[in-house]
């Protein structure tokens, strides 16, 4: 079974400062993705990373993977306020099918 | 970009009542469609696969009975939750593949809230 693990689960920082959410998964998979969601809203893509290696940035969000760690980061890179919202990754179970998605990130950016 | 559409974005029912949420891919068509379940302050639940005129694959635990999915084209998958009670209030979410772009894409998601 596909387990998907997001930490830090809340994450409170300060405008203008760096950090890193970590999603780490249990099985082999190629396709991971980022999404943000704010509250009472649907999620927004971010991020589709496919392949070992890939790096992909956005902004102030920089997201990569490594699929022989299982691992994908998301760097918040001088965060600011707008950026507050829950980031969840997600990952394919099987091609362009099921995501199991990690338990979410709430991220609260302090002015 | 890629647009799923919901409707309604809300709704408010007695219990015992059933409520259909329409789920439509606008300007793309996919075979396959999914249903999440979110509740307040969780993460995403899988509750099914929807199939393009076959049955739809539901999830372990999730009562095929009480949540009905007719995806009877290739724009459009329809949740129906069939004697709603308050345990079933949740954020309902709905998402299409485009197999095109490789890609899945999220409607604005159903709060339904079961008095």
């Known amino acids: 079974e596909l387990k998907v693990e997001q930490n830090p689960l809340f994450l409170s920082m300060q405008e203008g400062k760096n950090y890193t959410i970590y999603c780490n998964y249990s099985?082999?998979?190629?396709?991971l993705y980022w999404y943000r969601q704010d509250p009472g809203k649907s999620l927004e893509s971010l991020f589709v990373?496919?392949?070992?290696?890939a790096v992909k940035q956005e902004g102030r969000l920089m997201a990569s993977l490594d699929t022989k760690a299982r691992l994908s980061t998301l760097h918040i890179t001088a965060a600011v306020h707008d950026l507050s919202a829950t980031y969840f990754c997600?990952?394919?179970?099987?091609?362009?099918?099921?995501?199991?998605f990690g338990a979410g990130t709430i991220l609260r950016v302090k002015s | 970009g890629a647009v799923v559409s919901q409707h309604p974005s809300w709704v408010i029912c007695k219990s015992g009542t059933s409520v259909k949420i329409e789920c439509r891919s606008l300007?793309?068509?996919?075979?396959?469609m999914f249903w999440y379940r979110q509740f307040p302050k969780q993460s995403l639940m899988l509750m099914a696969t929807?199939?393009?005129?076959?049955?739809?694959?539901?999830e372990q635990g999730v009562e095929k009975d009480k949540f009905l999915i007719n995806h009877a084209s290739l724009t459009l998958s329809t949740l129906t939750v069939t004697s709603a009670h308050p345990e079933d209030s949740s954020f309902y979410i709905c998402?299409?593949?485009?197999?095109?772009?490789?890609?899945?894409?999220f409607g604005p998601g159903t709060r339904l809230t079961v008095l």
């Open positions: 998402s299409a593949w485009d197999s095109t772009l490789d890609t899945q894409y």
């Open positions: 099985t082999t998979s190629d396709r």
């Open positions: 990373l496919l392949s070992n290696g």
């Open positions: 997600a990952v394919d179970m099987e091609y362009g099918n099921k995501l199991v």
């Open positions: 300007d793309f068509q996919a075979t396959t």
């Open positions: 929807s199939n393009e005129g076959s049955k739809a694959t539901y």
